[in-house]
């Protein structure tokens, strides 16, 4: 060691005794005389893989990060204090030893001897031999700003990456206690909108983990929406399921940068009409939706919530239960017990097709009267059909005709054929989801005033709103909702736009604004109404993560 030699350590830990011999000075094991066989960077090497794996080495540094218990890593980071002189090479190690073994502390001064091994990508020693401890020491952690083109060269070390670092994505924030950040602000999907470069936008991205193995760990990091920042982590940087991870030494600071919003931004007009992905609302248990009574309670308390906020005249629903009025009756009644007798009404889909769930319609009589009977598609482009419905405002106005939709989804791929995944960002069926659109500008073409909405699965530069927005049709949310706020959907912590809102020629003349409530999306998943595995005392009877899209609102004039 290169700080101070085991010999030199020694002396000084008798002398102390010597002197004051009322201190209990542990002794330094013998076996710290033994000289390292060679430092850490070397181990590392300055390439992907370590030049030494297969060997079996000694190394000296100090513990960094302490996560020897069973349901952590199951062993500790060191480093060593003195780096050499290549910036290729990595300071720090991991040692895959269990506290049974031999228990450390962060800021113990450890010779370590074991075999280097590339475990999944991951440099370490496995199995350990020894390890003795034999003093302190400190590192600093190293300052570390993204982008990156790479952290190989930082692998296992101590480092703090100082902020604003944007949450992209909590998916797992519950299950693993793993969210992942990025500098320079939120990711969006590449085919959302133009200037989205998915290598530049990797660079600059870090995955936070908790240093647990536990699936739904009782402590949890910051329960933090997306878009809220991480001011500050410190941690050692470990690897594992392909990813860089950050796991943390010091608790992470965050501060709101997203606040939730309580109420959508105003749209004007004398109608206000929605669309909302309610995430499979059931009535029957076990099935898409609640798996208990309980849950079931829980789901349509949220969903109550959303929609009271909403306060639209007329919401177009998608994943309705298909068991013809069930479920949506069930719906309404509890949105009107908390509303007001009779505020909402439901019309029945005269063609709702096969699938588990149906698109759906409420509406406030007192404000819209439907015009003919509702309409669908027998079409059988359409796993899950539209329903077309035109209405006039109670005391008179122009028409306008809701055409709610749910296209086919970017999951279950074929392996082969045009509806194959193609590489082009757009997922597999996209040619289903084009020929879908086709069919619904064909149902519009002959009614008036037009409105699509709806879940499309397709982001806002795909193919399918290229073939809408071709057919005449104007995205209302492109119009009218600014860029960096333009998004309903987070997957794999990229944002995007799959919740849609296109008018006719016509219609786009009378429509007063549009706007998205950001009241899913940006929630972790951990708040919704499920009880397997999120800690009761987070839920909440609200509208926050009723479902998993957020929903979008059109203001309209006709009068």
């Known amino acids: 060691m290169r700080v101070l030699s085991r010999a030199a350590f020694g002396a000084v830990a008798v002398l102390a ?3 004051t011999p009322a201190l209990a000075v542990s002794p330094v094991p013998a076996a710290c005389d033994t000289p390292p066989t060679h430092q850490i ?16 080495v000694t190394v000296e540094g100090v513990v960094t990060g302490d996560f020897q218990n069973a349901d952590q890593l199951n062993g500790f980071f060191l480093q060593d204090p003195t780096p050499d002189a290549d910036p290729a090479t990595a300071e720090g190690l991991f040692a895959f030893a269990r506290a049974t073994f031999k228990d450390v502390k962060a800021g113990d001064r450890v010779l370590v001897t074991g075999r280097v091994i590339e475990f999944n990508g991951w440099t370490e020693l496995s199995p350990v031999t020894a390890v003795e401890v034999c003093g302190t020491g400190t590192v600093a952690a190293t300052p570390y700003r993204l982008p990156s083109d790479g952290l190989e060269h930082v692998e296992n070390m101590l480092l703090t990456f100082p902020g604003p670092l944007t949450v992209t994505d909590h998916y797992n924030l519950g299950r693993f206690g793993e969210m992942t950040v990025a500098a320079g602000g939120r990711l969006f999907q590449p ?14 991205t870090l995955l936070l983990d908790d240093g647990s193995t536990r699936e739904n760990p ?16 410190t941690g050692v940087l470990g690897y594992g399921f392909g990813k860089y991870r950050l796991q943390p030494t010091e608790p992470l600071r965050t501060a709101s940068a997203n606040p939730r919003p309580a ?35 829980r789901q349509l308390a949220k ?19 298909n068991n013809g009025q069930t479920a949506l009756r069930a719906l309404v009644d509890a949105l009107n017990a908390e509303v007001g007798a009779g505020t909402y009404a439901a019309l029945t889909h005269p063609y709702p097709g096969t699938d588990q769930i149906q698109v759906a319609i409420v509406y406030k009589p007192r404000v819209l009267r439907p015009v003919g009977a509702a309409a669908s598609s027998q079409d059988p482009v359409f796993s899950r059909p539209p329903l077309v419905q035109t209405f006039r405002p109670a005391g008179g106005g122009q028409e306008v005709t809701m055409i709610v939709n749910h296209f086919k989804s970017k999951g279950s791929c074929p392996a082969s054929g045009p509806d194959a995944d193609q590489g082009d960002g757009q997922g597999c069926w996209n040619p289903t989801r084009v020929k879908q659109a086709q069919a619904v500008l064909a149902l519009a073409g002959s009614r008036p005033n037009p409105l699509v909405l709806g879940d499309l699965n397709a982001y806002g530069e795909e193919d399918p709103i290229d073939a809408f927005q071709a057919g005449g049709f104007t995205s209302l949310t492109k119009r009218f909702v600014p860029a960096a706020q333009r998004y309903s959907y987070v997957f794999e912590g990229r944002s995007g736009e799959l919740d849609h809102a296109l008018a006719g020629r016509k219609l786009a003349k009378r429509v007063t604004g549009a706007t998205i409530w950001h009241i899913n999306a940006d929630e972790p998943r951990i708040l919704d109404y499920n009880t397997e595995y999120n800690p009761p005392h987070l839920y909440r009877p609200d509208a926050y993560r ?14």
């Not at 085919?191 to 600059?204: E, F, I, S």
């Not at 105003?266 to 076990?286: E, K, S």
């Open 17 to 19: 005794l010597t002197a």
């Open 41 to 56: 960077a070397q181990v590392q090497g300055s390439g992907d893989a370590s030049p030494l794996a297969g060997q079996t």
């Open 191 to 204: 085919t959302d909108r133009p200037g989205v470069d998915p290598a530049a936008d990797a660079r600059r």
């Open 218 to 233: 009782a402590a949890l990091p910051p329960v933090v929406r997306a878009g809220d920042h991480v001011v500050e982590a």
């Open 263 to 297: 109420r959508p931004e105003r749209v004007g007009g004398d109608v206000r009409v929605a669309g909302m992905n309610t995430l499979n609302w059931f009535t029957t248990l076990g099935s898409r939706g609640a798996s208990n009574a309980a849950e079931q309670e």
């Open 303 to 321: 969903l109550v919530a959303a929609l009271k906020g909403l306060d639209a005249d007329a919401v177009g629903l998608m994943e309705v239960e």
């Open 546 to 559: 009723a479902s998993d899209h957020d929903p979008v609102l059109i203001g309209l004039s006709l009068r």
